[in-house]
C-alpha cells in the first residue's frame, strides 16, 4: 500500500516561510519522484511543484524563485520549502505520486498566509 502523510502546514504572515514535509512508506520518491498540489476555496487543485525520478524538477509560474522542491530518499520524504509567502498562497496542500496507472495522494495539510 503507498502511504503518504503531509506535516508543516500551518498560518503565516505575508513574506514568511514554511517548509511542508511528506513521508512516504517506502522508496517511493526514490524510484517515481513526486510532486506537491495544492487546491484554495473555489478552486481547481493545481499543480504546485514536481521532481522527476532522475532529480529534474518543475514549478508553477506563480510560485517560480519562491518555492523548492526537493527530496531526502535516505529518509523516504520529500519536502516544499516556500519562501515570500503571499496571501494567494493560501490552500490545502497535497503530497502527491504517480504510480503506473495512477496518482496516490496524501490527506493534505492547511497553509494559510494571512496578517
Known amino acids: 500500500q503507498v502511504q503518504l502523510v503531509e506535516s508543516g502546514g500551518g498560518l503565516v504572515q505575508p513574506g514568511g516561510s514554511l517548509r511542508l514535509s511528506c513521508a512516504a512508506s517506502g522508496s517511493i520518491f526514490r524510484d517515481y519522484g513526486g510532486a506537491w498540489y495544492r487546491q484554495a476555496p473555489g478552486k481547481s487543485r493545481e499543480l504546485v511543484a514536481g521532481?522527476?525520478?532522475?532529480?529534474?524538477?518543475n514549478y508553477a509560474d506563480s510560485v517560480k524563485g519562491r518555492f523548492t522542491i526537493s527530496r531526502d530518499n535516505a529518509k523516504n520524504t520529500m519536502s516544499l520549502q516556500m519562501n515570500s509567502l503571499k496571501p494567494e498562497d493560501t490552500a490545502v496542500y497535497y503530497c502527491?505520486?504517480?504510480?503506473?496507472?495512477?496518482?496516490?495522494w496524501g490527506q493534505g495539510t492547511q497553509v494559510t498566509v494571512s496578517s
Open positions: 521532481i522527476g525520478r532522475s532529480g529534474g524538477t
Open positions: 502527491s505520486v504517480f504510480i503506473v496507472t495512477r496518482r496516490h
